[in-house]
C-alpha cells in the first residue's frame, strides 16, 4: 500500500493534480451493501503492553473479537478495561504488540505509520467525542477534509462532501461554520465527515459524551439509520444507555473480552447491558 503526500490542511485546493476519486476504499464492497465472506474487523489472539520504566502493563491480553460487515457493536468497559486501547488498534491509531488484526480482509498489525494513515483515510471514518472541527471552516469544508488529505479533485470532494451533508439532515447548514451550530449539528458535521470516503467502519469513540440528552438521541438515531442503511458501526462508550442501541455489546475487563451476546438476548433474559 503506497502512502499518499499529505497537503496542507490550511489550503483545501492545494491537490489540483490528483486523481478524481482517489481516497475511496480499494475493495469493491466499500460501503452499503450486503454482508460478504471476510469481516470488517477480525482480531486474533491480540496483545498490547506497554513499558513504563521497568514495568511492563499489559493493556490487552489475547483478545479474539469479529465483526462482521452490517453490524452495529458496542465496545463498553470501565476506566483502565483496555477499550480505549482496543478502539486504538481497530482504528489503526496503534499496532498489536502481538497478535493479528486483519481490517476488511487487509493485514495491517505489520504496516508502519505512514500506510496506516491511507488505512485510517480509506477504509475508516471516525467519530469523535470532542467534534474535531476546524472553527474558520464551513460545514462542507471540514467534511470535505478526508477527500483533500486522499487528493481527491476539488470540484469531486465539494460534490461528494454536501451528498455527505445531505445524508446526515444538514443541507441547509452546508455555509455555517461550527460556532453557528448545536453541539448536536457539530456531531452530525462530525458524521457526515466520516461517511464522505465511503469507508467500511464507523469508528464512534464516546460521540455522545458532550451532548444534551435530546442532541444525543438525534446523533444515535443516525448512527442507527446508518446500520439499518448497511454500514458497519463500532460504537466505543462507557454508558449503558448508549450501548443500548447497538445489535451486540462487548464488554471489556482487565484487557480481555469477557460478554459479546447481541442485546436482545441478555434482555430476554433480564440481564441488561453490562456496565
Given at each position: 500500500?503506497?502512502?499518499?503526500?499529505?497537503?496542507?490542511?490550511?489550503?483545501?485546493?492545494e491537490?489540483?493534480?490528483?486523481?478524481?476519486?482517489?481516497?475511496?476504499?480499494?475493495?469493491?464492497?466499500?460501503?452499503?451493501?450486503?454482508?460478504?465472506?471476510?469481516p470488517?474487523?477480525?482480531?486474533?489472539?491480540?496483545?498490547?503492553?506497554?513499558q513504563?520504566?521497568?514495568?511492563?502493563?499489559?493493556?490487552?491480553?489475547?483478545?479474539?473479537l469479529?465483526?462482521?460487515?452490517?453490524?452495529?457493536?458496542?465496545?463498553?468497559?470501565?476506566?483502565?478495561?483496555?477499550?480505549?486501547?482496543?478502539?486504538?488498534?481497530?482504528?489503526?491509531?496503534?499496532?498489536?504488540?502481538?497478535?493479528?488484526?486483519a481490517l476488511?480482509?487487509?493485514?495491517?498489525?505489520?504496516l508502519?505509520?505512514?500506510?496506516?494513515?491511507v488505512?485510517?483515510?480509506?477504509?475508516?471514518?471516525?467519530?469523535?467525542?470532542?467534534?474535531?472541527?476546524?472553527?474558520?471552516?464551513?460545514?462542507?469544508r471540514?467534511?470535505e477534509?478526508?477527500?483533500?488529505y486522499?487528493?481527491?479533485?476539488?470540484t469531486?470532494?465539494?460534490?461528494?462532501?454536501?451528498?455527505?451533508?445531505?445524508?446526515?439532515g444538514?443541507?441547509?447548514?452546508?455555509?455555517?461554520r461550527?460556532?453557528?451550530?448545536?453541539g448536536?449539528?457539530?456531531?452530525?458535521?462530525?458524521?457526515?465527515?466520516?461517511l464522505?470516503?465511503?469507508?467500511?467502519?464507523?469508528?464512534?469513540?464516546?460521540?455522545?459524551?458532550n451532548?444534551?440528552?435530546?442532541?444525543t438521541?438525534d446523533?444515535?438515531?443516525?448512527?442507527?439509520e446508518?446500520?439499518?442503511?448497511?454500514?458497519?458501526?463500532?460504537?466505543?462508550?462507557?454508558?449503558?444507555?448508549?450501548?443500548a442501541r447497538?445489535?451486540?455489546?462487548?464488554?471489556?475487563?482487565?484487557?480481555?473480552?469477557?460478554?459479546?451476546?447481541p442485546?436482545?438476548?441478555r434482555?430476554?433474559?433480564?440481564?441488561?447491558?453490562?456496565?
Amino acid at each position: 500500500m503506497t502512502a499518499t503526500t499529505t497537503p496542507d490542511p490550511n489550503d483545501p485546493d492545494e491537490p489540483n493534480h490528483r486523481t478524481e476519486g482517489a481516497g475511496r476504499p480499494p475493495t469493491p464492497t466499500a460501503g452499503v451493501g450486503p454482508p460478504t465472506a471476510v469481516p470488517v474487523i477480525e482480531l486474533r489472539d491480540v496483545t498490547k503492553t506497554y513499558q513504563l520504566g521497568e514495568i511492563e502493563v499489559a493493556a490487552l491480553r489475547g483478545v479474539d473479537l469479529t465483526i462482521e460487515s452490517g453490524e452495529m457493536v458496542a465496545l463498553i468497559g470501565p476506566s483502565g478495561s483496555g477499550k480505549s486501547t482496543l478502539m486504538h488498534i481497530i482504528g489503526c491509531l496503534d499496532v498489536p504488540t502481538a497478535g493479528h488484526y486483519a481490517l476488511s480482509g487487509h493485514d495491517v498489525d505489520g504496516l508502519g505509520e505512514s500506510q496506516l494513515a491511507v488505512v485510517r483515510n480509506r477504509l475508516i471514518g471516525f467519530v469523535f467525542q470532542q467534534f474535531n472541527l476546524l472553527a474558520y471552516l464551513s460545514a462542507w469544508r471540514n467534511v470535505e477534509l478526508p477527500l483533500v488529505y486522499a487528493g481527491v479533485s476539488p470540484t469531486d470532494r465539494r460534490t461528494r462532501a454536501l451528498a455527505a451533508l445531505a445524508q446526515v439532515g444538514l443541507a441547509d447548514r452546508a455555509e455555517h461554520r461550527p460556532g453557528e451550530l448545536s453541539g448536536g449539528q457539530q456531531q452530525r458535521v462530525a458524521v457526515a465527515r466520516a461517511l464522505v470516503t465511503e469507508p467500511e467502519l464507523i469508528l464512534a469513540d464516546e460521540p455522545t459524551g458532550n451532548l444534551d440528552s435530546t442532541s444525543t438521541a438525534d446523533v444515535l438515531g443516525l448512527l442507527s439509520e446508518l446500520h439499518e442503511a448497511g454500514r458497519t458501526v463500532v460504537l466505543i462508550t462507557h454508558e449503558p444507555d448508549v450501548a443500548a442501541r447497538a445489535q451486540r455489546v462487548v464488554q471489556i475487563r482487565d484487557g480481555r473480552v469477557v460478554d459479546g451476546e447481541p442485546v436482545d438476548g441478555r434482555l430476554a433474559r433480564g440481564a441488561g447491558v453490562p456496565a
